[in-house]
């Protein structure tokens, strides 16, 4: 499958089945944010700006992303220069693609703008709601792959018949005509955020309520796990592609010397996980005192990190061992995981409702 896949041709209208599938995303996104709100909570109203404002800015800033790490894409389309491309870069979508952080950066933000206006009393209790309903987005948005063929696994699937097939496989052919069967690691990015979604719902459902020792919040804390959930289910299946965007600055050119082996994707992801880390490390300190428990928290952090980068990406793609590779990347990731729910439970007491 090279190309997308068409799903109504109507005259000159023509819709593909990955918008579709996007639009049944961010459908999904809003029905279960509404399900999950409650009267009580902040005013009805902050959604009715919340969610225009979400979308609006998620597109912009999914489609900045792709058009800045990848500007030869529109460059060749539209003519060589920085900003030649820019406008028709937002204004025609038959070039380039959409970069994911961009739409949870986007939901950020605008909860953010919504608590700043004064629509609700809080942008992490905002972001509690909207959670569960982010795996789903992000769950769809990935299936959506499924009809342009991209996502692709690097090794090819033999001898199991009844998995070269979508959506297990995407069948590929080389420039010789020869076909090979590809793991498909957009489906399996959409059953891990389906999974996702299901412990951010538990953890939404029994300790949204909890009331946090000084001085964590207790509003923000399901959004911050959706985002550990997030960050580490995208650095695996992110690093499992053959089409990886790699980072390309445009300007520091310097900086693209240290980002071979990196996408923006999970650079991303590994941010929102060290914000977590050490947002609930510092209230963990503040709230119980410094103790060994706290030393070993944050060696074991480190050394995590330093598993996925060097038994992850470095020795994957610099040695290719691949299994061990990925063990140790997954292992490494699990461990940071753990180490932000632990912190967690030491700054929570018991769940109690606050609303």
């Known amino acids: 499958m090279n190309g997308n896949t068409v799903a109504i041709y109507f005259n000159d209208l023509v819709i ?27 005013r009805s109203a ?13 597109f912009f800033l999914s489609r900045f992303l792709h058009w800045y790490f990848n500007m030869e894409q529109y460059s060749s389309s539209f003519g060589a220069g920085a900003f030649s491309s820019f406008s028709a870069a937002f204004t025609r979508f038959s070039i380039g693609s ?8 986007g939901i950020w933000l605008a909860a953010w ?11 992490g209790r905002l972001l509690d709601f909207t959670a569960p309903g982010a795996c789903l987005l992000i769950a769809l948005i990935r299936l959506s792959a499924l009809f342009n063929g991209s996502f692709i696994g690097k090794r090819p699937v033999t001898g199991v ?22 793991p498909a690691i957009f489906f399996l990015e959409f059953i891990l955020m389906i999974a996702a979604f299901f412990i951010v719902l538990y953890f939404f459902y029994n300790h949204r309520t909890a009331r946090m020792y000084y001085p964590c919040k207790s ?3 399901v959004w911050r796990m959706f985002l550990v959930c997030y960050a580490v289910i995208e650095i695996i299946t992110d690093s499992l592609r053959t089409d990886k965007p790699l980072l390309h600055f445009t300007f520091l050119t310097k900086l693209n010397a240290y980002s071979a082996f990196l996408s923006l994707a999970q650079v991303t992801a590994l941010a929102f996980l060290l914000y977590v880390f050490f947002y609930y490390y510092v209230c963990s300190i503040r709230t119980n ?3 060994w428990k706290h030393a070993l928290a944050i060696l074991l952090f480190l050394a995590s990190i330093a598993g996925f980068g060097y038994f992850g990406e470095y020795s994957i793609q610099r040695y290719g061992r ?28 018991e769940p109690e409702y606050y609303d």
């Open 322 to 349: 691949m299994l061990s590779g990925y063990i140790c990347m997954t292992v490494s990731l699990l461990i940071s995981a753990i180490l932000c729910r632990l912190l967690y439970n030491s700054c929570a007491p």
């Open 98 to 105: 959409y970069c994911l952080p961009g739409v949870i950066l």
């Open 289 to 291: 005192g410094f103790n």
């Open 161 to 182: 018949s009844f998995l070269q097939r979508l959506p297990f496989c995407v069948a590929v052919t080389d420039s010789a005509g020869n076909v090979s069967y590809r």
């Open 46 to 58: 902050a959604l009715g700006f919340f969610f225009p404002l979400a979308i609006l800015l998620s």
């Open 219 to 221: 509003a923000g804390n």
């Open 16 to 42: 593909y089945w990955s918008s579709i599938l996007i639009f049944c995303g961010a459908l999904a996104f809003i029905t279960m944010t509404l399900a999950l709100w409650k009267p009580k909570n902040p």
């Open 113 to 123: 703008i919504v608590s700043l206006l004064g629509f609700c009393t809080s942008a």
